[in-house]
Each structure stands twice: as structure tokens, then as C-alpha cells.
């Protein structure tokens, strides 16, 4: 089971680009890396996913080298809506495996 | 929109009282999901279903029980709650396709065991 490790916290100005990493070194062959992120009193939100190199959407880019030992979620231009909790997230629920594992979370604080 | 529905946001029930916790979704997503959220711990799973009638134990199985009757619905069982039970308690769901991970989560509840 890939074990998960990401920074407990994470300051920010707004407009800045903040990038948080996930270290995922026993990551499966078949396993996915997603990203979440949580306000206060809600459940999670899913941001993006990859398996390898660079996926980009309209909020976030997640980068993934070649050894997919980490992944990199880079948030451009943070604004003080952007504070939340981030989780990535390591397996593949799509293909009936149920070994996923959510890193314990980074509380990313922008400031004004 | 998805929507994942929880019966309850706060539940206060006390030591040895029989606990039952719904989830609803409403996409016809084959996988469901129970996890607890605990301050420093993150999201652990306890348990997950893949279809109707099945389940598996995730991280932390102890002390819960799962029932899913219908594809709609998951719910969680805590057979005697004890004080270590108290926690946040989420639903997800997502479809059953290799290499979709994106689980559309519930509110929450957040239980209280006295």
C-alpha cells in the first residue's frame, strides 16, 4: 500500500504560484494521483488527476516525473478563496481496488 | 451535479448504542466510499463497495459494519459506539472506470459518542 507524505502547512501571498509536493514512493504500477481540496464543514473536492508527466485544467497543473515517486500540485496565481486543505490521493478506485491512500493533508493559508 | 447525501450533519449517541449512518448518491456510481476524518490523521477508509452487496475493508474496518442494499445507497454500521468513534464521517462515490479517482464526497457528519 503507497504510503503518502506531503507538508503539514503551507503560507502564501495572493498571486503568488504555490506549489505543494506528495511523496509517494511505493506508488503501484496501476496507480493513479489525484488531488483534492477541502473547506472548513465540507467533504472534498477532486482538483485533478494524472499518471505521469503534466496534466493541466482550468485551475491547477500537476506534475509528475518520470519515476512517479512525487507529484506536484502547482496552483497559479493563489487567491485568499484558494485557502483550504489539500489532499492528494494514491490509487484506482475506477479499477475496483479499494488500496487507495489519502496523504494526511496540507493546510495552504494565503495571505493578503 | 452529483449530489452524495448524508442523513445526518451531528449525531450525538452514547457508549454502546447501535449507530447508523446513510449516504445517498444519485449518479448511479457503481463505487462508494466510507471514511473518517480525524484532526492530524487526514481520511482514512474504512470501508468500500464496488457494486451492490459488496464490500471491502479499507484501513480501518474495526468496530463497522457496511450495508449496501441498493446501488444508491451505502451505510455505515457502528455495531456498539464507543468514545473512540467520535469523529467526521464521509461518504464519497465515483464511477467504476480504470483511472478514475474523482470521488464526489458527501457534507459529513460529525459524530459524537458520549
Known amino acids: 500500500l503507497a504510503k503518502t507524505t506531503q507538508p503539514i502547512s503551507m503560507d502564501s501571498y495572493e498571486g503568488q504560484e504555490v506549489n505543494i509536493t506528495c511523496s509517494h514512493n511505493n506508488i503501484a504500477t496501476n496507480d493513479y494521483i489525484t488531488w483534492y481540496q477541502q473547506f472548513p464543514s465540507q467533504g472534498p473536492r477532486f482538483i485533478i488527476q494524472g499518471y505521469k508527466t503534466k496534466v493541466t485544467n482550468e485551475v491547477a497543473s500537476l506534475f509528475i516525473p518520470a519515476d512517479r515517486k512525487s507529484s506536484t500540485l502547482s496552483l497559479p496565481r493563489v487567491s485568499l478563496s484558494d485557502t483550504a486543505v489539500y489532499y492528494c490521493l494514491v490509487g484506482d478506485a475506477g479499477a475496483g481496488s479499494y488500496q487507495l491512500t489519502f496523504g494526511k493533508g496540507t493546510k495552504l493559508s494565503v495571505i493578503p | 451535479d452529483v449530489k452524495v447525501t448524508q442523513s445526518s450533519r451531528y449525531l450525538v449517541k452514547r457508549t454502546g448504542e447501535k449507530v447508523f449512518l446513510e449516504c445517498v448518491q444519485d449518479?448511479?456510481?457503481?463505487?462508494m466510499f466510507w471514511y473518517r476524518q480525524d484532526p492530524g490523521l487526514g481520511l482514512r477508509l474504512i470501508y468500500f463497495?464496488?457494486?451492490?452487496?459488496?464490500?471491502e475493508k479499507g484501513d480501518i474496518p474495526e468496530g463497522y459494519s457496511v450495508s449496501r442494499e441498493k446501488k444508491e445507497r451505502f451505510s455505515l454500521i457502528l455495531e456498539s459506539a464507543s468514545t473512540n468513534q467520535t469523529s467526521m464521517y464521509l461518504c464519497?462515490?465515483?464511477?467504476?472506470?480504470?483511472?478514475?479517482?474523482?470521488?464526489?464526497f458527501g457534507p459529513g457528519t460529525r459524530l459524537t459518542v458520549l
Open positions: 463497495s464496488y457494486d451492490v452487496k459488496m464490500k
Open positions: 464519497a462515490s465515483s464511477l467504476r472506470r480504470l483511472g478514475s479517482n474523482e470521488q464526489f
Open positions: 449518479m448511479d456510481h457503481e463505487n
